[in-house]
Every structure is written in structure tokens, then in C-alpha cells.
């Protein structure tokens, strides 16, 4: 009997500790005790988990830093619940399900990946809660959704710098697109850079050909023939930064030369990691520049996150996770309420908050007009080349 009463206070001790850290009244957590919660979807497994894992760095540095909040004159501490989307579609939408209805967040960030958010969007939408994306940059994560915000610019401006980009810098009359087709972002931006380059040109023959792949192939020989056979003055092959960096590799082996170009999914370490010297040369546009800190918000994020991180810079999208925390913030302040109606409206007011990646000021959209960045692979680190601005 002795034993069998120490075997059920051990579980009565396990579902005391298993209770959240800020219970409130009879265990309610949220809004309605003195915890406010705030979800983060991210792929932090899966094809896209080495970007998932930089944006909740940036998010987690920014609540360790901003804690807590006071709304009405209550206090409230700010408690992340990151949930893995897993890299699939239906997995970003399980996770912003349980976020809302397990538990019982105010407001969302995330994701990684553009297909990722929108298909987390949806339930966001249905269920009323605000979403602030952080790098998801297609403009269907916003379209037609009145509760999705981002902080970063979005692929129209990132498809027309790279386009002029290739127009100007690189010299270049043609063009091959290389697509992720099972990718919203890469097929997205692939247009837009299409769009932009054929006006560029004058010339509607000027894109000699696309060549598609799809998430997770290793093999691409068959489209590197075609581009080979095609004769292209550049290569714009926006896609995941492991795959990218598989195509550059194998077009270097192959003695392809051809300039390529890609989008803000390269800045990983796992892009140089993957290509090692065969990415060197390899161009892309991305959201920030530690040589161009412009404000007093950029300076404090890298002074935090350089003493934490061996004085190592960050990458673009960790700064847009640490903004994107910041701004849901700010919007809860402005609101004078932790109810996600009125954060929601806070939110689509958004005007000059000041971020460490640039000013943002959202459109009836909900999106950010911001400046891009100009990167390049040299000597197995990524350097800045130029800013352009919108």
C-alpha cells in the first residue's frame, strides 16, 4: 500500500510541475492571468530548418531583452510558444491550430518560407488572430488575409532589383530562370524577376528558357544541360539555400561558368556550407547589412547579439525575427489592449516604427516598404555589395 501511495504522489508531483510557469487564476494563462502569449511557427525541422532556426534566434533575443509588457497599467510577462511547422504546408497549418487553440496565443510570428505562412494564414484568418511575417516575402501571404503583416519587403521590389541588378551590374541580355516549382516563393519570384528583366531588355525573347525542380532533388544534371545548351549571359535561380547551392556546385563541376544570381533564402551558412568554393561569386538581394546599422535599434541589436554570439554578424532574417517581436509589441502598446481584435487594428496602422532592419510603415496591404540589400559569396563569407532603395 506504502508503494502504491508513493507512485501516485510522484504523478501528483509531475502534474504540478507539468502546470504552465505563470498560471493564473485556476490555471488560465494569456490575456486573462498575467501572461501574454505569442506563438511562432517555424520550420525547425524539415528542408527549411536552418532559416526557421534564425528567425526564433532573433525572436528570442528580442524577449530576453523585452520581457514583459504593461497594457492599462497591468503588467503582463511576454511568453513565446514556438511550435515546428515541420517544413510542410499541412504542418503550418496544424501548428497555428494548436497555437490558437491549445494555447491560446495573441498574436502570431512566422514563417519561414512563403507557401509555410500562407498556408498558416488561412487558419490565423479564420480563427481572428494577427500574424506578423517576418521573411515570407510572396505577396499572396497578405493578399486577401486582413490579419497578415510583415516586416520585410516583398518579391515584386526583390524580383526587380535582381532583374536590374542583372540589367546593369552583371551586363546581362538574357537570361535562363532555375525554379523551385514546388516552392510558392521561388515560382513567385521567379515571375516578378521575368516581369522586370523583359522590360529591362525591351526584349519579350530575352528569358531563353525555365528549368524546374522540385523541394529536396540532389540530381541536377538534366537541367544544367539545358541551361548549358541555352547559352544564357546569367542564371537567376531563386530556391532554397541547399538546393541552390547543389545546382551551383554541379553547374561549376559541369564548367558553367555563367554568372548566378538568387534571392534572400541564400544567406544561410548552409548555402556556403553545402557549395563551398563553387558558390563563390554567387549574388542575391537580402533585408540587412551589419556595415549599414542606420539607426540606434540596429546598433543595440548587434551590440546584444555580437556579445552573445562570439562577435559573429547576424543574419538578415535573425534581425527581421528580433523587428517582428518588437513591432507585435509596439502594436499591443498602441492598442491599450491584449485582445487580438485591437491588436490587429494597431497593427494595420503601423506607421514609422523603427526597427534594427529599417523603418517600417505598412500599406493597406499590411506590407513593409523597405530597402534590399545586395550580398555576394567571397572568400566563404557573405559580403555586402550595395543598397538599393525602393
Same mark, same amino acid.
Given at each position: 500500500?506504502?508503494?502504491?501511495?508513493?507512485?501516485?504522489? !510522484?504523478? *501528483?508531483?509531475?502534474?504540478?510541475?507539468?502546470?504552465?510557469?505563470?498560471?493564473?487564476? $485556476?490555471?488560465?494563462?494569456?490575456?486573462?492571468?498575467?501572461?501574454?502569449?505569442?506563438?511562432?511557427?517555424?520550420?525547425?525541422?524539415?528542408?527549411?530548418?536552418?532559416?526557421?532556426?534564425?528567425?526564433? +534566434?532573433?525572436?528570442?533575443?528580442?524577449?530576453?531583452?523585452?520581457?514583459?509588457?504593461?497594457?492599462?497599467?497591468?503588467?503582463?510577462?511576454?511568453? !513565446? @510558444?514556438?511550435?515546428?511547422?515541420?517544413?510542410?504546408?499541412? +504542418?503550418?497549418?496544424?501548428?497555428?491550430?494548436?497555437?490558437?487553440?491549445?494555447?491560446?496565443?495573441?498574436?502570431?510570428?512566422?514563417?519561414?518560407?512563403?507557401?509555410?505562412?500562407?498556408?498558416?494564414?488561412?487558419?490565423?484568418?479564420?480563427?481572428?488572430?494577427?500574424?506578423?511575417?517576418?521573411?515570407?516575402?510572396?505577396?499572396? =501571404?497578405?493578399?486577401?488575409?486582413?490579419?497578415?503583416?510583415? =516586416?520585410?519587403?516583398?518579391?515584386?521590389?526583390?524580383?526587380?532589383?535582381?532583374?536590374?541588378?542583372?540589367?546593369?551590374? @552583371?551586363?546581362?541580355?538574357?537570361?535562363?530562370?532555375?525554379?523551385?516549382?514546388?516552392?510558392?516563393?521561388? =515560382?513567385?519570384?521567379?515571375?516578378?524577376?521575368?516581369?522586370?528583366?523583359?522590360?529591362?531588355?525591351?526584349?519579350?525573347?530575352?528569358?531563353?528558357?525555365?528549368?524546374?525542380?522540385?523541394?529536396?532533388?540532389?540530381?541536377?544534371?538534366?537541367?544544367?544541360?539545358?541551361?548549358?545548351?541555352?547559352?544564357?549571359?546569367?542564371?537567376?535561380?531563386?530556391?532554397?539555400?541547399?538546393?541552390?547551392?547543389?545546382?551551383?556546385?554541379?553547374?561549376?563541376?559541369?564548367?558553367?561558368?555563367?554568372?548566378?544570381?538568387?534571392?534572400?533564402?541564400?544567406?544561410?551558412?548552409?548555402?556556403?556550407?553545402?557549395?563551398?568554393?563553387? @558558390?563563390?561569386?554567387?549574388?542575391?538581394?537580402?533585408?540587412?547589412?551589419?556595415?549599414?546599422?542606420?539607426?540606434?535599434?540596429?546598433?543595440?541589436?548587434?551590440?546584444?547579439?555580437?556579445?552573445?554570439?562570439?562577435?559573429?554578424?547576424?543574419?538578415?532574417?535573425?534581425? *527581421?525575427?528580433?523587428?517582428?517581436?518588437?513591432?507585435?509589441?509596439?502594436?499591443?502598446?498602441?492598442?491599450?489592449?491584449?485582445?487580438?481584435?485591437?491588436?490587429?487594428?494597431?497593427?494595420?496602422?503601423?506607421?514609422?516604427?523603427?526597427?534594427?532592419?529599417?523603418?517600417?510603415?505598412?500599406?493597406?496591404?499590411?506590407?513593409?516598404?523597405?530597402?534590399?540589400?545586395?550580398?555576394?559569396?567571397?572568400?566563404? $563569407?557573405?559580403?555586402?555589395?550595395?543598397?538599393?532603395?525602393?
Amino acid at each position: 500500500m506504502r508503494k502504491r501511495l508513493s507512485v501516485i504522489g !510522484l504523478g *501528483l508531483l509531475l502534474s504540478s510541475l507539468a502546470m504552465p510557469l505563470f498560471a493564473g487564476p $485556476k490555471g488560465e494563462t494569456g490575456p486573462s492571468g498575467n501572461v501574454i502569449k505569442i506563438g511562432v511557427f517555424e520550420p525547425m525541422t524539415g528542408a527549411n530548418a536552418a532559416g526557421g532556426a534564425m528567425e526564433v +534566434e532573433g525572436i528570442r533575443l528580442a524577449n530576453e531583452l523585452n520581457p514583459s509588457i504593461t497594457v492599462g497599467g497591468k503588467t503582463y510577462k511576454v511568453e !513565446l @510558444v514556438v511550435a515546428d511547422n515541420k517544413s510542410d504546408k499541412v +504542418e503550418a497549418a496544424n501548428a497555428v491550430q494548436r497555437l490558437i487553440d491549445r494555447d491560446k496565443v495573441t498574436l502570431l510570428l512566422g514563417s519561414w518560407g512563403s507557401s509555410l505562412a500562407m498556408a498558416g494564414g488561412e487558419v490565423a484568418k479564420e480563427a481572428k488572430i494577427p500574424v506578423i511575417g517576418l521573411s515570407c516575402t510572396n505577396p499572396l =501571404v497578405t493578399a486577401g488575409n486582413d490579419y497578415y503583416f510583415r =516586416v520585410c519587403f516583398t518579391d515584386p521590389f526583390q524580383g526587380t532589383v535582381m532583374a536590374n541588378y542583372a540589367y546593369n551590374d @552583371v551586363g546581362a541580355r538574357s537570361a535562363v530562370i532555375v525554379r523551385e516549382v514546388s516552392n510558392d516563393y521561388s =515560382v513567385g519570384l521567379a515571375k516578378f524577376f521575368s516581369d522586370t528583366f523583359k522590360q529591362r531588355t525591351g526584349d519579350s525573347g530575352s528569358i531563353l528558357g525555365t528549368v524546374d525542380y522540385n523541394t529536396g532533388d540532389q540530381d541536377f544534371s538534366a537541367q544544367l544541360t539545358a541551361i548549358s545548351s541555352l547559352k544564357p549571359d546569367v542564371i537567376f535561380a531563386p530556391g532554397n539555400y541547399t538546393e541552390s547551392a547543389l545546382i551551383m556546385k554541379q553547374a561549376r563541376e559541369l564548367g558553367i561558368t555563367i554568372p548566378v544570381l538568387g534571392g534572400d533564402t541564400w544567406e544561410t551558412p548552409e548555402f556556403i556550407d553545402v557549395g563551398k568554393e563553387r @558558390v563563390e561569386g554567387a549574388v542575391f538581394s537580402t533585408f540587412f547589412a551589419a556595415e549599414h546599422a542606420a539607426n540606434r535599434a540596429a546598433e543595440t541589436f548587434l551590440k546584444e547579439y555580437r556579445a552573445r554570439y562570439n562577435n559573429k554578424d547576424p543574419a538578415a532574417v535573425t534581425v *527581421l525575427g528580433y523587428d517582428g517581436y518588437l513591432l507585435a509589441l509596439d502594436a499591443i502598446k498602441r492598442a491599450g489592449s491584449v485582445e487580438a481584435g485591437k491588436i490587429r487594428e494597431a497593427l494595420a496602422k503601423t506607421a514609422g516604427f523603427v526597427g534594427a532592419a529599417g523603418t517600417v510603415t505598412l500599406d493597406a496591404n499590411g506590407d513593409a516598404t523597405k530597402s534590399a540589400f545586395i550580398k555576394t559569396v567571397q572568400n566563404g $563569407k557573405f559580403v555586402f555589395k550595395t543598397i538599393v532603395n525602393p
